[in-house]
């Protein structure tokens, strides 16, 4: 099959969160299973231009209806981690892909309604006929309303697309000058509530609503919160859509590059270990000490890394570490948000714990140290308020990084609570608590943290059993492919 992935993330080059993990993730497990994959991206100013190979400009004259006019954009084409990926770049005064940062400005649903454009002219005019293009979040929910309204009646109507959704949060709700932008014009036909209108703003269209309506198939991240989505306001006013569009909906848990983040081969930590070598693994624990200026004692570190936003359950992520503190672990973060209040908040956090030599606050993006933190730590805290997957889960598991985390979305799926969790004794892999308040995180951090005193053969168990646990891409590649085996055209 031949699968053309449209993104606004892609790790490692263009990385805020996960999105850009699953994108890379997923198209590689697809080209080892032999399918030919294709990446298109914007050419942002602010990506890790040294994580691509071979950059080079391929057309500077794709140009681009807009507006009734036309922008001309240049294409380039480059192999990210041996990913071929294209970038567009559009030459405007909008300067949309030309800020500093990949996301938080007022005219975002713009930006990407001119990307979901730019990708679909791009398709059109370079020949690129994939049996499905699959689009990933509000992003691009546009390019299967643009497909199915417009280039399905210009030779494309043999493209199907499977539109995953990382985020419900985040939908693109904006108002009718996209439509006017991309050429979709008829604002009566689209605000309409079976199109894009807004389900519950009357005066907006909303661009995830409409890569669900007109996508062949909508999947989320993971099968239990394809049920929160419908069932619960967890679905942001979408529950209703995807109810009308439920036999098109689906959940697919999100799998983990396990080649890209393997403690047996990882570039970014000192000492390498896996499941029957354990021992391996408190070098790095050292090395994170070191690196963050925390004391050598004979204490657990509990860790949180992700972005710091509300979903990430900060009131709870503050409350963890001033109880590790308590229970005598040290604590590490490292974590930013577009959110300032938040951002700031924890800046705050950072002075007033400066001299405190059992922690430590990194306040900013760090891909390596990432890496030393999931493999240098023995507990990492997810106490998310909604989470449709969750990767840091998985990725502490893979390093020996017990996970602490709330029950929902994703978390239900891959976390097995030690004490608690009706599974056998081997794929009980962590620690579970439900209500997103301070007692709930108290009772698991606790349980945790007397675990590593009292027990330390029994935590070590639990360390192999979370080691153990299989979340690489092949089980979820597969769904995948069945998901696009059944929508293409034959
Ligand atoms: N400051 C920082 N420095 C270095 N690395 C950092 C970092 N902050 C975050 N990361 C990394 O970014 C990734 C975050 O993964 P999450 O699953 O938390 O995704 P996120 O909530 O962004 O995305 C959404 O999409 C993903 C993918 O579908 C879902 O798993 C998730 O539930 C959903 O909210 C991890 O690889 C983590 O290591």
């Known amino acids: 099959m031949f699968i053309v992935m449209v993104s606004s993330e892609l790790a490692p080059v263009a990385k805020v969160g996960g999105l850009a ?87 975002d649903p713009m930006r990407f309604a001119f990307f979901s454009k730019a990708t679909m002219e791009f398709m059109l005019k370079f020949d690129k006929r994939p049996d499905i293009i699959h689009c990933h979040d509000w992003q691009t929910g546009l390019v299967p309303v643009l497909l199915y309204e417009i280039y399905a009646r210009l030779g494309m109507d043999r493209q199907r697309v499977v539109y995953t959704i990382h985020n419900f949060k985040h939908q693109g709700v904006t108002g009718e000058a996209v439509l006017w932008g991309t050429g979709l014009c008829r604002p009566e036909y689209f605000f309409h509530y079976d199109r894009l209108l807004d389900n519950f703003n009357h005066t907006a269209i909303n661009l995830m609503k409409g890569g669900i309506v007109y996508s062949n198939y909508v999947v989320t991240v993971s099968p239990h919160h394809s049920w929160e989505a419908r069932f619960t306001d967890q679905g942001y006013g979408l529950g ?72 990430k359950g900060v009131h709870l992520i503050q409350h963890a570490l001033f109880h590790a503190l308590e229970k005598g672990a040290q604590f590490v973060l490292l974590g930013t948000g577009g959110d300032r209040g938040i951002n700031n908040h924890f800046w705050h956090l950072k002075h007033y714990l400066n001299e405190n030599a059992d922690c430590h606050l990194e306040i900013g993006f760090n891909e390596q140290l990432a890496h030393l933190i999931y493999a240098g730590s023995d507990l990492m805290i997810v106490p998310s308020l909604f989470e449709p997957c969750g990767l840091t889960q998985m990725l502490a598991m893979r390093y020996g990084s017990v996970p602490v985390v709330r029950a929902v979305g994703g978390l239900v799926d891959t976390v097995f609570d030690r004490d608690h969790s009706d599974k056998p004794p081997e794929l009980r892999c962590g620690y579970v608590f439900h209500d997103a308040d301070f007692p709930a995180i108290e009772s698991a951090l606790s349980r945790s943290i007397g675990l590593w005193y009292n027990y330390p053969k029994e935590f070590r168990r639990l360390v192999t059993n979370a080691m153990a646990m299989d979340y690489s891409w092949a089980q979820s590649g597969t769904h995948y492919l069945n998901v696009y085996e059944q929508v293409r055209c034959k």
């Not at 298109?40 to 681009?64: F, Q, R, T």
């Not at 569009?245 to 590059?257: C, P, R, S």
């Not at 000490?289 to 936003?309: H, Q």
Request: include cysteine; charged fraction near 25%.
């Open 240 to 311: 209703q859509t995807l109810a009308i569009h439920h036999y098109k909906f689906g959940g697919i848990l999100n799998g983990v590059d396990y080649d890209l983040w393997n403690p047996e081969t990882d570039r970014f930590i000192p000492s390498h270990f896996n499941v029957w070598n354990v021992e391996g693994k408190y070098a790095n624990k050292d090395a994170l000490r070191e690196r963050l200026w925390l004391r050598k004692e004979f204490k657990p570190i509990v860790a949180y890394v992700g972005r710091l936003d509300a979903q």
């Open 21 to 107: 993990d699953v994108v890379f993730g997923l198209s590689r497990e697809l080209e080892i299973r032999g399918h030919a994959v294709e990446i298109v991206l914007p050419k942002y100013d602010c990506m890790w231009y040294d994580e691509i190979w071979g950059l080079h400009k391929i057309a500077d004259n794709l140009s681009v209806p807009w507006h009734g006019s036309s922008v001309n954009c240049s294409v380039w084409f480059g192999f990210v981690h041996g990913r071929k990926c294209f970038f567009i770049e559009p030459h405007s005064q909008d300067n949309f892909f030309q800020r500093g940062s990949f996301y938080g400005f007022h005219d």
